[in-house]
């Protein structure tokens, strides 16, 4: 990971305000905090804007914020400073990243892409999930999230081979929906992968007449077993028309504090994991409300990408939002 490091200041000896004046502090000295809905409820009330990764991709783009704390993974980061250039980007953690991104290395794709041209004697349209990183986005031809794979997918000609990276199970529920097939790339969410069928199904007997969610990361037996299949953008919209229903979650655990939030008419039961029942990120987690303040503090540490990658992997971008 590009970076410019800070201090050795430790994060734990830090005397951390209340959100409301974390905003505060950041908004007066014309920083603007981004958090992903997969942090924690702490950190997502000190954001001026809390959203899934299009969202903030958007919000990154439009905002001319001169400086941006982006409270999620890195990859998220990096998409914030290819949308916005001239900001200072940085975040809590360095470390935090995700295992999709680091499934797939731009050495390993570029040598695939060649393989598959070889072999379809034609170079594959190559669509990436926005879960990967900045050299991964430089080789690859258009970017989709959760919320706009559909639309990202239905775009590229019949006649055109796709090969979809990082996500193969977001890739193969792509691959039931548009009726395209897709080559797949073998990476997955190491937290949506994680759900298990048979405890969601025991979810499901204790709560008759739930509704079940789940993410398009999860694998197929547990997207079948669902009502519906959305991202969260997706997830929010619905249970906001919905009135004193049980939604059953299968999505990262932090997201059930954005619905209770936003639409708190309902009750929501996060669906169990194979062998963890909290279905939390670990890479999100990374970001604590300390490494959130220090990093206010500093501006840093910062995420840079590299020069001769910018274009490329900005481009893709492009793409995706013009569509
Ligand atoms: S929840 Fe999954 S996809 Fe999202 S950052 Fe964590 S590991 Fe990556």
Redesign the pocket.
Known sequence: MASVSTSNISPSTLDVPEPAGIQRWATEQGILILAHS?QDGFIQECAHFVGDSLELARCAAEEEAEAICFAG?HFMAETAKLLNPKARVFVPDLEAG????TSCKGADLAAYQEHLKQKLGQRPVTVAYI?CTAEVKALCDIICTSGNAREVVGSIPEDRPILFVPDMHLGGWLNEVTGREMILWNGA????ELFSVDTLRDLQAQHSGSITISHP?CPKPVRDASDHVLGTAGMLRLVKQHEDKTFLVGT?GNMIYRFEQEAPQNRYIPAPGASCACNL?P??ALNTPEKLWMSLQERGPEVMVPDELFESARASLMRMLAL
Do not use: G, I, K, T
């Open positions: 997969y993974v995700c295992s999709l991104a879960n969410c190491q937290v949506h990361e990262e990120c890479f999100m």
